[in-house]
């Protein structure tokens, strides 16, 4: 297991260790009580998931550039 | 150069036929002039197709090269500000048609071309170029597989390289949206032209120096993209510039320039090639819905896991119940057994001490016993050691008190008792062999007196008592007659005595033998 909190953890993170956790409760050789903490961890990172999922959102903008082509800014971009 | 002189022979033939006086005289410098105007002039812009010879670019940034056919080179200039806007660098041996307007350099009596355009002549010549700059760009490991990064699972914020009007960018956006929404950053760049390659560049260069959470969020992910086009269309993205900026990209980029067919060099630099723009934004994200889904899949495992977990526990655990026997049964046979090797325990144990002997007694002295004896016999005797003048000490003294002891006991009474016990003993010894010695004396007297009877009984001398005679002479004793006559003088022993008859008689000499026994015996006693 990673020691990275589940709250911080990327999407890919968060994706491998809930399919570890999985794995490992299919098993079916861990403890009892480890096979509870394990459902908990992987309800966890389920949600994790999930909100990193459907907080997916497109914003798209366009680089604004001053005279020598430097990045000054964003303007957004519409109608695309 | 034939030619040209031939042409100067007929000038000054002309000259002299026409007579010298009449021509107009000029300065070098007017006539200098006059050439270049008219060059100028005559020629204005010219558009002139060549191979490229030598490229020089001066410090001040003018560039100075040749177009040469295999018979006659042109010179050409291109002035610093001119370069930018030239589309194709001149580059050695690459066919071109340069643009540009025919005009002299008359410091130096020579003309040239003031190039403002480059193009490529023909796709031929573009190819047999791309392959010479890749084969350079590969040499120096810009191409190697180890360069190449992994693209991330799925990126917070596209940076895309492109024209910001267009298809291009329209596909990228619909292809993203629809999988996967994300934050895209548009950096415009012009996708062709003499523009495409440096703006390329710096757009890649100026996504990589955005910090992550600066003030413009640093992309996890870059896609240079380009519609398709031809190879002349293309040909930004095969500058040498651009190429080295894409492989020098820290954030993972994909190219995706042109269509499937056309391959640009950046497509080798890149971590990724995609063939399309739209097959780019497939690379970029996963697709969100099938992410949900796998999400849901993955819950109900979880929870299907747990629940068979538990009821597989519960399962086992009625079984378990139900093979457990009853507490009796358990007992029953631990009891037997109790008996059973309580009975056995004390022949075991003497079974046990016996064998033991046994084995003490053949295994005999161990090792760790004669260690164990030597190290006793060592501390015995290093203790002895220490003991040892000690000892002497003791012995002596006791020896020295024995003798002191002993000599107190000494008395001279005792030695006088013994000396007169002794003495008498002398005594008594003494006078045992006087008495014997004297009848042992008296013994032989008498035993030799009657021997010397016995002689006297005997020998020759009674016979003369008898009336017989020895005659002798000198010592012999004469018995016959003739020996008589020879004789001097002849003794005659009777029992009284000796006579020589012929001479004077003498006295007979009497010879007694002696009767007693030898002095000498008197003296034993």
Request: hydrophobic share 40%; glycine share 10%; no cysteine.
């Given at each position: 297991m990673t020691d990275t909190p589940v709250n911080e953890m990327s999407f890919e993170q968060a994706m491998a260790e809930l399919e570890k956790v999985v794995g490992q409760l299919e098993a079916g050789d861990v403890p009892l009580e480890a096979s509870i903490e394990l459902y908990e961890r992987g309800s966890a990172l389920k949600k994790r998931c999930e909100a990193q999922l459907k907080a997916a959102e497109e914003k798209v903008a366009a680089i604004t550039l001053d005279g020598d082509g430097q990045a000054t800014g964003t303007k957004p971009v519409e109608g695309l | 150069m034939a030619s040209g002189t031939g042409h100067t022979m007929d000038l000054l033939d002309d000259e002299s036929s026409a007579g010298a006086s009449n021509a107009p005289e000029f300065s070098v410098s007017e006539l200098s002039g006059a050439i270049k105007r008219t060059l100028e002039g005559a020629f204005g812009r010219v558009r002139v197709r060549g191979e490229v010879g030598r490229v020089m670019k001066a410090k001040s940034g003018h560039m100075y090269y040749d177009i040469k056919d295999d018979r006659n080179v042109i010179a050409c200039t291109t002035w610093k500000g001119q370069v930018s806007g030239l589309g194709v660098l001149p580059e050695e041996g690459l066919e071109v048609i340069v643009t540009g307007k025919l005009s002299s350099f008359s410091a130096q009596s020579r003309y040239n071309i003031n190039v403002d355009t480059i193009e490529v002549a023909g796709a031929g010549a573009l190819m047999a170029m791309l392959e010479k700059r890749k084969a350079q760009l590969a040499a120096d490991g810009l191409?190697?597989?180890?360069?190449k990064q992994a693209l991330p699972f799925l990126p917070e914020v596209i940076g895309v390289v492109t024209s910001?009007?267009?298809?291009v960018i329209r596909d990228i956006l619909h292809r993203l949206r629809d999988r996967f929404p994300r934050k895209v950053l548009i950096w415009p760049v012009?996708?062709?032209?003499?523009n495409c390659a440096p703006e390329v560049t710096a757009a890649i260069a100026g996504f990589n120096q955005f910090t992550p959470g600066g003030a413009l969020p640093r992309p996890d992910l870059l896609i240079v993209a380009r519609g398709g086009g031809s190879i002349e269309d293309l040909w930004g993205f095969n500058e040498e510039s651009v190429v080295r900026a894409a492989a020098a990209s820290d954030i993972p980029l994909i190219s995706a320039v042109g269509h499937e067919t056309d391959t640009t060099l950046i497509d080798f630099a890149s971590d990724k090639r995609a063939p399309t723009p739209t097959a780019a934004a497939e690379m970029a994200v996963p697709v969100r819905l099938d992410l949900m889904a796998w999400v849901d899949g993955q819950e109900a495992r979880l929870s299907r896991a747990l629940a068979q977990g538990i009821g597989q526990r519960q399962q086992h655990l009625r079984d378990l119940s139900r093979a457990l026997p009853r507490p009796e049964t358990l007992l029953n046979t631990a009891a037997q057994r109790l008996d059973l090797w309580a009975d056995r325990l004390p022949n075991a144990l003497r079974a046990g001490i016996q064998s033991r002997q046994v084995r003490l007694a053949q295994a005999g002295l161990r090792a760790n016993m004669l260690r164990n004896l030597l190290t006793t016999g060592q501390e015995r005797l290093t203790t002895l050691d220490r003991r040892r003048p000690a000892a002497l000490t003791r012995q002596v003294n006791t020896a020295r008190r024995h003798l002191t002891a002993t000599t107190g006991r000494l008395r001279l009474s005792l030695l006088q008792q013994d000396v007169a016990r002794k003495s008498e003993a002398y005594g008594q010894l003494s006078r045992r062999f006087t008495d014997l010695a004297r009848a042992q004396l008296q013994g032989r007297r008498n035993r030799l007196d009657t021997l010397d009877r016995l002689r006297e009984t005997l020998g020759y001398q009674a016979t003369l008592a008898r009336g017989y005679a020895v005659v002798r002479a000198g010592d012999q004793v004469i018995t016959t007659k003739a020996a008589a006559a020879k004789a001097g003088s002849l003794e005659i022993e009777f029992q009284d005595g000796r006579l020589?008859?012929?001479?004077?008689?003498?006295?007979a000499k009497s010879r007694k033998k002696p009767d007693t026994p030898p002095p000498d015996q008197g003296t034993l006693f």
């Open positions: - | 191409f190697a597989p180890e360069r910001p009007s267009g298809a012009a996708v062709q032209g003499a020589t008859p012929q001479m004077e008689a003498k006295a």
